[in-house]
């Protein structure tokens, strides 16, 4: 079975850093392009970030998106957070392998809640 697992949220104040992590199990974590999406409360989902398998990246708000292929992981670094931060962050595969328009994620996470405050 294929499991998806974010951790590294929490609370954090305007200004401060986050690292959400991602950890696959069940696929050849390699052949798969990951994406982050979030989701804040009342919202709708909204993608964030995107590393494709050959760890060419895409990522709206100058966060910045990596993936340890040996340890199959995935990570978004959130510098400078804003309150407008607030979300639901979830990782999401993407066997397509690129980093692409109108994803079709197969897999997700159940998320992992940051809550920036000002």
């Known amino acids: 079975q294929v499991q998806v697992l974010e951790s590294g949220g929490g609370l954090a104040q305007a200004g401060e850093s986050l690292r959400l992590s991602c950890t696959v199990s069940?696929?050849?974590?390699?052949?798969?392009?990951m994406h982050w999406f979030r989701q804040a409360p009342g919202s709708e989902r909204e993608w964030v970030a995107c590393i494709s398998r050959g760890v060419i990246s895409s990522v709206r708000g100058g966060f910045t998106i990596s993936r340890d292929n040996t340890k199959n992981q995935m990570f978004l670094d959130m510098d400078s957070l804003k309150p407008e931060d607030t979300a639901t962050y979830y990782c999401a595969t993407d066997q397509y392998g690129v980093c692409k328009n109108s994803p079709f994620p197969e897999y997700w996470g159940q998320g992992t809640q940051v809550t920036v405050s000002s």
């Open positions: 069940g696929l050849t974590f390699g052949d798969y392009a």
